[in-house]
């Protein structure tokens, strides 16, 4: 039956689209997925960060079901009330004054916008994104995408006036730097780029991700997120925070940027704001959106009203059942175990990360290495080397044991723990005693 699915489907797609599992399923709820060959797994991957409140939640199945009784399909041709009403609630989400919106389908639509908007704007034309971002896959978003060559392959000439700074990833410094020496040399790049590559005044927006993503699972320091603040407001650049990722309760908060203390002008929303219903918002402040003048953008699909009756019943679980601290409590817990189990295995080069979006880098020893007792502890992973072949192994142990979890990282070599939001302690201890295992088998 697998077999022959998987056969039939590998006639019928292009091989472009990858798959992480071969997994076919056939019931999915909650932290759970159930194959068609009768094994349990829990879903460790989310659905690709998307269902932060489980598989299927009733509440979303009961707004949405409730929603298709009554209208479907607007097209921008009427109004309805799911909209506007999920406008309202996201409004109670967002940080400061971030309270208009656009609603489209996915991360990249919204990040297409988001552009849009801030050149329109702004009338100035330059972007300023991260070495080793992800933004999606059409081609603006993939202009600011460099989290692999791969993606980029045979689509140039990309979006021009676009450039990269370096994501301050300090355990793979871009720079070669140490992060308790180095005095924040990537944001002093930052700001040479903007004497010797664009005027700061040709500048529209400066985009990045709170939590590096796809390119690593790295969090940032606290004083360069900051910092950049400070930047875009000196200059009049648009800070557009990409939370298609981060946000909706990822990272214990409903949006990452909340753990810097920092509002940007535009934000991207995506992946969890539906529970997988195909939904996506550009957030931004009255006075930015207010410039965007009529006809400027516009969509056949987004803002779906079944997406968006969706969208509110999620908003409302993860309200009601104060979703946000169980992620911030559950993740904590992973986050001291993962620490210390990185003590008894030097395999575990760094383990970083907020909330339930945790990331641990796999990374072999140079031979002319101290031993790994005199490594341990330092915060740079310069001189290690990724370890890609151990973590396929560690992958493959824990998906055998009814654990999926998948990869990020240039070379492939960091897992991603990021579990839906209401994973139960009980749930989290079983998932790390799987991959502990699987550590130490390995
Ligand atoms: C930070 C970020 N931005 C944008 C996207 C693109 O989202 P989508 O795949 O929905 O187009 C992703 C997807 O993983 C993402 O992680």
Redesign the pocket.
């Known amino acids: 039956m697998k077999d022959d699915l998987i056969g039939r489907a590998n006639k019928l797609f292009t091989p472009a689209l990858i798959f992480h599992t071969d997994i076919i399923v056939k019931r999915a709820r909650g932290l759970y997925i159930e194959s068609t060959y009768g094994k349990r797994y829990m879903d460790f991957s989310s659905g690709?960060?998307t269902t932060n409140i489980g598989h299927c939640p009733p509440q979303v199945i009961k707004a949405a079901k409730k929603q298709m009784d009554e209208i479907i399909h607007s097209g921008c041709i009427f109004r309805y009330k799911s909209e506007i009403e999920l406008a309202e609630k996201l409004k109670e989400t967002t940080p400061g004054n971030l309270n208009m919106f656009f609603f489209s389908n996915?991360?990249?639509?919204?990040?297409e916008g988001a552009l849009k908007l801030a050149r329109f704007v702004t009338k100035r034309q330059g972007i300023i994104a991260y070495t080793g971002?992800?933004?999606?896959?059409?081609m603006g978003?993939l202009s600011l995408t460099t989290s692999t060559a791969r993606y980029r392959r045979n689509y140039h000439p990309l979006l021009p006036s676009i450039f990269r700074a370096p994501y301050p990833y300090c355990y793979r410094c871009f720079l070669g730097q140490n992060p308790d020496t180095c005095g924040m040399d990537c944001f002093e790049y930052l700001k040479k780029m903007l004497r010797q590559e664009i005027n700061p005044d040709e500048v529209a927006a400066i985009i990045f991700?709170p939590v590096l993503?796809?390119g690593g699972y790295a969090v940032p320091p606290l004083d360069y997120i900051k910092e950049l603040r400070k930047l875009c407001t000196e200059y009049g650049i648009f800070l557009i925070a990409?939370?298609?990722?981060?946000g909706f309760g990822r990272t214990g908060k409903w949006f990452a940027c909340e753990h810097f203390g920092v509002v940007p002008d535009i934000m991207?929303i995506?992946?969890g704001i539906a529970s997988g219903f195909p939904l996506?918002a550009i957030a931004s402040t009255k006075e930015i959106m207010s410039k965007w003048l009529p006809g400027a953008h516009g969509t056949t699909f987004g803002g779906n009203p079944v997406s968006c009756a969706a969208g509110i019943a999620t908003i409302e679980t993860i309200m009601k059942d104060k979703l946000l601290d169980n992620a911030a409590r559950v993740g904590d817990y992973a986050m001291n175990y993962l620490k210390d189990m990185q003590k008894r295995y030097p395999v575990m080069g760094d383990v970083r990360g907020l909330g339930l979006m945790i990331g641990i880098e796999f990374v072999k020893h140079a031979p002319s290495e101290p031993a790994p007792d005199l490594i341990r502890g330092s915060k740079t992973g310069k001189d290690k080397i990724p370890d890609k072949e151990f973590l396929k192994r560690v992958l493959d142990k824990c998906y055998k044991e009814g654990l999926i979890l998948i990869e990020c990282g240039i070379d492939k070599n960091i897992i991603r723990f990021m579990p839906p939001l209401i994973t139960t302690m009980g749930e989290m201890k079983k998932a790390i005693e799987i991959f502990e295992d699987a550590v130490k088998t390995v």
């Not at 996915?106 to 990040?111: C, D, L, R, T, Y």
């Not at 971002?133 to 059409?138: C, L």
């Not at 990409?242 to 981060?246: L, N, R």
Request: glycine letters at 12%.
């Open positions: 690709l960060a996915s991360g990249a639509e919204a990040v971002a992800f933004h999606g896959r059409t978003a991700e993503g796809e990409d939370e298609v990722q981060t991207t995506a992946k996506s």
